[in-house]
Nanobody, 124 residues
Framework: VQLQASGGGLVQAGGSLRLSCAASGRTFSNYNMAWFRQAPGKEREFVAVISSSGGITAYADSVKGRFTIARDNAKNTLALQMTNLKPDDTAVYFC??????????????????WGKGTQVTVSS
Protein backbone atom coordinates (compact mmCIF):
# COMPACT_ATOMS: atom_id res chain seq x y z
CA VAL A 1 0.00 0.00 0.00
CA GLN A 2 1.26 3.48 -0.88
CA LEU A 3 0.76 6.22 1.67
CA GLN A 4 0.84 9.99 1.39
CA ALA A 5 0.53 12.23 4.42
CA SER A 6 -0.61 15.85 4.23
CA GLY A 7 -2.05 18.64 6.32
CA GLY A 8 0.97 19.79 8.25
CA GLY A 9 1.77 23.42 8.83
CA LEU A 10 2.62 26.15 11.31
CA VAL A 11 0.26 26.72 14.23
CA GLN A 12 0.43 28.56 17.53
CA ALA A 13 0.45 26.71 20.81
CA GLY A 14 -3.08 25.79 21.81
CA GLY A 15 -4.19 25.54 18.21
CA SER A 16 -5.37 22.60 16.15
CA LEU A 17 -4.39 20.79 12.97
CA ARG A 18 -5.80 17.84 11.09
CA LEU A 19 -3.42 15.52 9.28
CA SER A 20 -4.57 13.21 6.53
CA CYS A 21 -3.04 10.13 4.97
CA ALA A 22 -4.26 8.87 1.61
CA ALA A 23 -3.71 5.21 0.81
CA SER A 24 -3.62 3.46 -2.53
CA GLY A 25 -2.70 0.05 -3.81
CA ARG A 26 -3.47 -2.94 -1.64
CA THR A 27 -6.64 -3.20 0.41
CA PHE A 28 -6.48 -0.43 2.97
CA SER A 29 -8.96 -2.13 5.29
CA ASN A 30 -6.57 -5.06 5.78
CA TYR A 31 -4.10 -2.91 7.66
CA ASN A 32 -3.81 -1.44 11.10
CA MET A 33 -2.76 2.17 10.63
CA ALA A 34 -0.55 4.34 12.78
CA TRP A 35 0.97 7.79 13.11
CA PHE A 36 4.55 8.34 14.16
CA ARG A 37 6.55 11.54 14.52
CA GLN A 38 10.18 12.55 14.54
CA ALA A 39 11.38 15.74 16.16
CA PRO A 40 14.74 17.30 15.23
CA GLY A 41 17.59 15.36 16.79
CA LYS A 42 15.28 12.69 18.20
CA GLU A 43 14.26 9.20 17.20
CA ARG A 44 10.95 8.55 15.51
CA GLU A 45 8.26 7.80 18.07
CA PHE A 46 4.81 6.26 18.11
CA VAL A 47 1.85 8.64 18.31
CA ALA A 48 -1.36 6.68 17.69
CA VAL A 49 -2.69 3.48 16.14
CA ILE A 50 -6.07 2.32 14.89
CA SER A 51 -7.23 -1.19 14.10
CA SER A 52 -8.15 -2.25 10.58
CA SER A 53 -11.86 -1.88 11.28
CA GLY A 54 -11.43 1.37 13.15
CA GLY A 55 -12.92 -0.03 16.31
CA ILE A 56 -9.83 0.03 18.50
CA THR A 57 -7.39 2.87 19.04
CA ALA A 58 -4.36 3.49 21.22
CA TYR A 59 -2.27 6.57 21.91
CA ALA A 60 1.08 7.59 23.30
CA ASP A 61 0.71 9.08 26.76
CA SER A 62 2.07 12.40 25.51
CA VAL A 63 -0.88 12.93 23.16
CA LYS A 64 -3.69 11.12 24.94
CA GLY A 65 -6.73 13.36 25.32
CA ARG A 66 -5.44 15.84 22.73
CA PHE A 67 -5.10 13.77 19.53
CA THR A 68 -7.69 11.57 17.84
CA ILE A 69 -6.93 8.99 15.16
CA ALA A 70 -9.66 7.97 12.75
CA ARG A 71 -10.02 6.18 9.42
CA ASP A 72 -12.49 5.92 6.59
CA ASN A 73 -12.09 2.57 4.86
CA ALA A 74 -14.54 3.54 2.13
CA LYS A 75 -12.30 6.47 1.17
CA ASN A 76 -8.95 4.81 2.00
CA THR A 77 -7.99 7.63 4.30
CA LEU A 78 -6.48 8.01 7.75
CA ALA A 79 -6.67 11.14 9.85
CA LEU A 80 -5.08 12.57 12.96
CA GLN A 81 -6.97 15.40 14.63
CA MET A 82 -4.59 17.32 16.86
CA THR A 83 -5.85 19.81 19.42
CA ASN A 84 -4.27 21.88 22.17
CA LEU A 85 -0.97 21.63 20.35
CA LYS A 86 2.25 22.27 22.24
CA PRO A 87 5.72 23.26 21.01
CA ASP A 88 6.86 19.74 21.94
CA ASP A 89 4.52 18.41 19.26
CA THR A 90 6.75 19.98 16.61
CA ALA A 91 7.95 17.16 14.38
CA VAL A 92 7.64 15.49 11.03
CA TYR A 93 4.58 13.24 11.17
CA PHE A 94 4.44 9.94 9.29
CA CYS A 95 1.58 7.55 8.60
CA UNK A 96 2.33 3.84 8.53
CA UNK A 97 0.55 0.56 7.86
CA UNK A 98 0.87 -2.81 9.54
CA UNK A 99 -0.69 -6.19 8.85
CA UNK A 100 -0.07 -7.30 12.42
CA UNK A 101 -3.50 -7.87 13.87
CA UNK A 102 -3.20 -6.01 17.17
CA UNK A 103 -2.93 -2.39 18.21
CA UNK A 104 -0.28 -3.46 20.71
CA UNK A 105 2.20 -3.55 17.82
CA UNK A 106 3.39 0.06 17.88
CA UNK A 107 7.09 -0.08 17.13
CA UNK A 108 8.67 1.03 13.88
CA UNK A 109 9.66 -2.53 13.04
CA UNK A 110 6.01 -3.57 13.22
CA UNK A 111 5.11 -1.26 10.33
CA UNK A 112 5.27 -2.57 6.79
CA UNK A 113 4.61 0.58 4.78
CA TRP A 114 5.45 4.23 5.40
CA GLY A 115 4.39 7.47 3.84
CA LYS A 116 6.55 10.52 3.42
CA GLY A 117 6.21 12.82 6.35
CA THR A 118 4.44 16.12 6.79
CA GLN A 119 5.95 18.87 8.94
CA VAL A 120 4.07 20.20 11.95
CA THR A 121 5.52 23.24 13.68
CA VAL A 122 3.99 24.61 16.86
CA SER A 123 5.15 28.07 17.92
CA SER A 124 5.09 29.21 21.52
Amino acid sequence: VQLQASGGGLVQAGGSLRLSCAASGRTFSNYNMAWFRQAPGKEREFVAVISSSGGITAYADSVKGRFTIARDNAKNTLALQMTNLKPDDTAVYFCAASRLNSVTYTREQHMEHWGKGTQVTVSS
